[in-house]
């Protein structure tokens, strides 16, 4: 209930990186295949836990190579 919080985690400061293997109920193998930024779309029941914030795909199922694979990412994020 922080509406200061919120606005800042919503808004383009902020980016969320999605390990594809998250949550594996959530047709797991139409996630495998996704690029290193690719755009999130979520689904209801994420978007009711994670708002609006901007998320993208981290490009592979192993949660040890997230922060690697998804690098490139996260620094073009940082210079814009």
């Not at 755009?39 to 922060?67: D, K, P, Y």
Request: glycine share 4%.
């Amino acid at each position: 209930n922080n509406p200061i919080l919120l606005q800042f985690l919503q808004s383009s400061k902020c980016l969320y990186i999605r390990n594809t293997s998250e949550n594996p109920s959530d047709t797991f193998a139409n996630h495998k295949d996704k690029k290193p930024g690719e755009q999130h779309e979520g689904n209801i029941w994420w978007h009711r836990r994670f708002g609006e914030i901007r998320t993208v795909w981290a490009g592979t199922t192993e949660h040890s190579l997230m922060c690697w694979v998804s690098r490139e990412v996260a620094w073009n994020f940082f210079d814009e």
